[in-house]
């Protein structure tokens, strides 16, 4: 079993950067396949970004954040961060990693993971 926490949000005008961990308890992290989900007021909740396990080699990004947000993994520090860039209005939400052990890629589909952080507010100003 493993326990998630988020750390990095808070207010940002438009235009500006934020960078979320996702600090993981466990000595196994790196055989976690990891996720980034995020969901605004009186929205459901979506899918930002996935990385594999193990190197995290594979990752993959919703349609709106490419080219903007990064995610990478530090398994020596047992780690997963969300690099934001160029954030918009429409990025405001509360930010939540979420993990497995049980497959190498979790994707998009929330259902693939097991484990799910409190989440970090993020707040984008225009």
């Known amino acids: 079993q493993v326990q998630l926490v988020e750390s990095g949000g808070g207010l940002v005008q438009a235009g500006g950067s934020l960078r979320l961990s996702c600090a993981a308890s466990?000595?196994?992290?790196?055989?976690?396949?990891v996720g980034w989900f995020r969901q605004a007021p009186e929205k459901e909740r979506e899918f930002v970004a996935a990385?594999?396990?193990?190197?995290?080699?594979?990752?993959g990004y919703t349609d709106s954040v490419k080219g903007r947000f990064i995610i990478s993994r530090d398994n020596a520090k047992n780690t997963v961060n969300l690099q934001m860039n160029s954030l918009r209005p429409e990025d405001t939400a509360v930010y939540y990693c979420?993990?497995?052990?049980?497959?190498?890629?979790?994707?998009?589909?929330?259902?693939?993971?097991?484990?799910w952080g409190q989440g970090t507010q993020v707040t984008v100003s225009s």
């Open positions: 990385v594999s396990s193990r190197s995290g080699g594979l990752t």
């Open positions: 466990g000595r196994t992290f790196g055989s976690y396949a």
């Open positions: 979420a993990a497995t052990p049980k497959v190498f890629y979790g994707g998009s589909t929330s259902r693939e993971y097991d484990y």
